[in-house]
């Protein structure tokens, strides 16, 4: 009996030591991704654009998601179909955000949430990446994902 509990005690210090671990990798990760995205801030604004001349929005999550060694799709509405769907009141730093600006069904437009009611993305009205809020842009907002 006594071993029994001992082990239970232990199994239960390992279990909970390892969900902290995984969610302090999830903060660091997101602050990792905020990190690389503003230092994109400015940047041009190019259609097709993944880097050297500048970024479109999908172009420029992608690339931001790959130096955090993590791989998603090169179109904003093959982008809106990876990770965990998540609503505007649950999203957090990190997560990508999609949009659709234009009469058409698809999502045209993707973002990177900041936290606080911003999100940084390329603009095509700007013409630079930039960081704006998200209530300028609620009309357009369809979803977030959560991609890990």
């Not at 232990?10 to 990190?35: H, P, R």
């Not at 880097?51 to 690339?63: P, Q």
């Not at 990190?94 to 936290?115: A, C, P, T, W």
């Not at 630079?128 to 907002?141: D, N, P, T």
Request: hydrophobic fraction near 35%; charged fraction near 30%.
């Amino acid at each position: 009996m006594l071993l029994r509990k001992n082990f239970l005690i232990i199994l239960t210090v390992i279990l909970f030591s390892i969900s902290i671990k995984a969610q302090d990798f999830d903060y660091y990760k997101n602050i990792y991704i905020e990190k690389v995205a503003k230092a994109q801030l400015g940047k041009k604004y190019v259609w097709g654009g993944n880097g050297r001349r500048g970024f479109d929005c999908s172009g420029f999550t992608k690339e931001v998601f790959e130096q955090n060694g993590i791989e998603i799709p090169r179109n904003s509405w093959k982008q809106a179909k990876v990770g965990k769907k998540v609503s505007k009141r649950n999203l957090k730093k990190g997560d990508l955000i999609f949009f659709n600006s234009r009469k058409q069904k698809r999502i045209n437009h993707v973002g990177i949430y900041l936290g606080n009611g911003r999100f940084i993305h390329a603009s095509s009205y700007h013409k630079r990446i930039v960081i704006s809020k998200l209530k300028e842009y609620k009309r357009y907002f369809k979803w977030g994902r959560r991609v890990t």
